[in-house]
């Protein structure tokens, strides 16, 4: 009964630590002001598709004037003045253009703004999973700084009773001076790491609310990692990585919008044409014409056969732009393959430093504990000894929480390598 009362308070206290970190990665996720400033860039980027699409449509135009004339001063060809005038002509139109054909530049540029927002689309996802994974890393930091500090405050705690204890055997005659200088040296020794824990923590809370949003947390498991979709091999992370790695599909589509700028620039030394249709009404035109209407359909074809030079530059550079694209393309295949390699391989080998740590802080509890009977009891341990056992034991946990730390933010750190780290992935 006692056994399954412990199991159920460990599984109660496991799940209120793995809540914390989503909690912790949830509020990032909102709160991050980055990530809002490129939310509301995407919002902003998908206009341009109904930009570029209105270049399909036709435009209509309403314009109108009016103004006051006064004709002075007038005479005919023989000399003899005229009568003045006065009129106050006003004129409106309503103009309707339809473009027929336009190099495919229209086209070009529409799709050049579908991939825009695709490209938007990715760097937003790219920036979500980079906030995520900087949430995980600050978690665990902390985790380890509060730790660091718990074992330091032990070991203080540990010399002091030590101290207090040589002090009363150097009265006895138990131990030597230098025995007892070595207990207070190791005291001090002590103190000062403490106070160095005690300012990674600060440092640790303030990095996290930075990151976060929040404050921090009072206490943190490091022996908590939620469950996440590790791929089983290498192979598998590759070949995931390759299909939806952000960084890989922003290169793609970089490619691609540069094939488009390409098509886009030669569409302006092809010809264009158009349509347009024109109603106009003018009243009091002249003297002799109160009020006159007009329609006007019209058809425009139009060539761009020199401009200066312009149109074929701009052919050129789209051209080197493109080839651009396609080298930076290849660096960042490589770059997604080398990180994910390193990724997996870190995943591993703190995997295997985890285990490691775990039996050297075993056997450093249990020769501690010994060495520290057999001093106590007046054996033949020396004060050197159990000052040494003590600070095996000390960098023993610190090693293991070290270790714990590192291999839960591997975790996190290869999904994201892969692209694959939402917030969905992480039960």
Do not use: C
């Not at 074809?301 to 050129?316: D, E, T």
């Not at 960042?332 to 393959?337: E, F, I, P, T």
Request: charge should be neutral; avoid cysteine.
């Amino acid at each position: 009964m006692k056994k399954v009362l412990i199991f159920i308070l460990f599984f109660f206290h496991s799940n209120l630590y793995a809540e914390d970190l989503f909690k912790t990665l949830s509020n990032a996720f909102k709160n991050n002001s980055k990530l809002n400033a490129e939310r509301a860039s995407l919002n902003a980027v998908k206009q341009d598709i109904n930009i570029s699409r209105g270049e399909f449509l036709p435009s209509i135009t309403l314009s109108g004037d009016a103004a006051t004339q006064k004709d002075t001063n007038r005479k005919n060809q023989q000399g003899l003045s005229l009568q003045k005038t006065h009129s106050e002509p006003e004129n409106r139109s309503v103009i309707v253009e339809q473009k027929i054909f336009d190099g495919f530049s229209n086209y070009n540029d529409l799709e050049k703004s579908k991939l825009e927002f695709k490209y938007a689309e990715f760097k937003l996802n790219k920036l979500e999973q980079d906030v995520i994974f900087s949430a995980a890393k600050a978690y665990y930091d902390l985790g380890y700084n509060f730790k660091n500090l718990e074992f330091n405050q032990s070991n203080v705690e540990l010399f002091e009773r030590q101290v207090e204890s040589d002090r009363s055997r150097l009265e006895r005659g138990e131990i030597s001076l230098t025995d007892f200088a070595q207990s207070e040296s190791s005291l001090a020794g002590a103190l000062a790491k403490l106070i160095t824990a005690e300012n990674e923590l600060i440092s640790g809370k303030k990095n996290f609310q930075k990151i976060i949003g929040s404050n921090a947390p009072k206490e943190i498991n490091l022996g908590i990692v939620p469950n996440l979709k590790i791929p089983t091999s290498l192979n598998t992370a590759t070949a995931i990585s390759d299909q939806i790695n952000p960084r890989l599909n922003l290169a793609k589509i970089d490619l691609e919008i540069a094939k488009k700028e390409l098509y886009s620039a030669r569409g302006d030394l092809s010809p264009s044409a158009s349509i347009s249709y024109q109603r106009k009404k003018n009243y009091d035109l002249s003297t002799t014409v109160d009020e006159r209407e007009q329609e006007e359909v019209k058809a425009s074809v139009k060539w761009p056969l020199f401009k200066g030079g312009k149109n074929i530059s701009s052919v050129k550079k789209a051209s080197f732009k493109l080839k651009e694209k396609e080298l930076i393309l290849k660096d960042v295949s490589d770059q997604v393959q080398i990180d994910t390699a390193n990724a997996w391989t870190s995943y591993n080998s703190t995997k295997s430093v985890l285990d490691a740590t775990s039996v050297q802080l075993k056997a450093a509890e249990i020769a501690n504990e010994v060495i520290t009977l057999e001093y106590e009891s007046g054996n033949k341990r020396t004060t050197l000894e159990v000052i040494q056992s003590r600070t095996l034991l000390l960098d023993a946990r610190k090693s293991f929480a070290k270790a714990q730390k590192d291999f839960a933010i591997a975790q996190f750190n290869l999904l994201a390598s892969i692209g694959d780290l939402y917030l969905e992935n992480i039960k």
